[in-house]
């Protein structure tokens, strides 16, 4: 079983940064991150493969967003933050790379993002 818990989320202003952290039992899989707004479907935002080599972004976060792992850990730096990246934002361990909710089997409780403008 694996437990991810993230940390980091708050308040901030438009243009501001924040740095997610999720930590992990197991990091032998597919990290990723999602958020969803309140009555919206959960998003993909980013992810890193198994052995760390592949990123993968959505579109509204590229050059702005950055994923990393290390042993114990998965991080989202996010800079140049927008009011539109206000949701909860959530961590998420699966098998190979997708950007499909349902494709991860693991996932840490939210931690909750608020952009002011």
């Known amino acids: 079983q694996v437990q991810l818990v993230e940390s980091g989320g708050g308040l901030v202003q438009a243009g501001g940064s924040l740095r997610l952290s999720c930590a992990a039992s197991g990091l032998a899989f597919t990290m990723g991150w999602f958020r969803q707004a309140p009555g919206k479907e959960r998003e993909f935002v980013a992810a890193?493969?198994?052995?760390?080599?592949n990123t993968y972004y959505a579109d509204s976060v590229k050059g702005r967003f950055t994923i990393s792992r290390d042993k114990n850990a998965v991080y989202l730096q996010m800079n140049s933050l927008k009011p539109e990246d206000t949701a909860v934002y959530y961590c998420a361990a699966g098998g190979a790379y997708s950007p499909k909710a349902y494709d991860y089997d693991y996932w840490g409780q939210g931690t909750q993002v608020t952009v002011s403008s």
């Open positions: 890193r493969s198994r052995n760390g080599g």
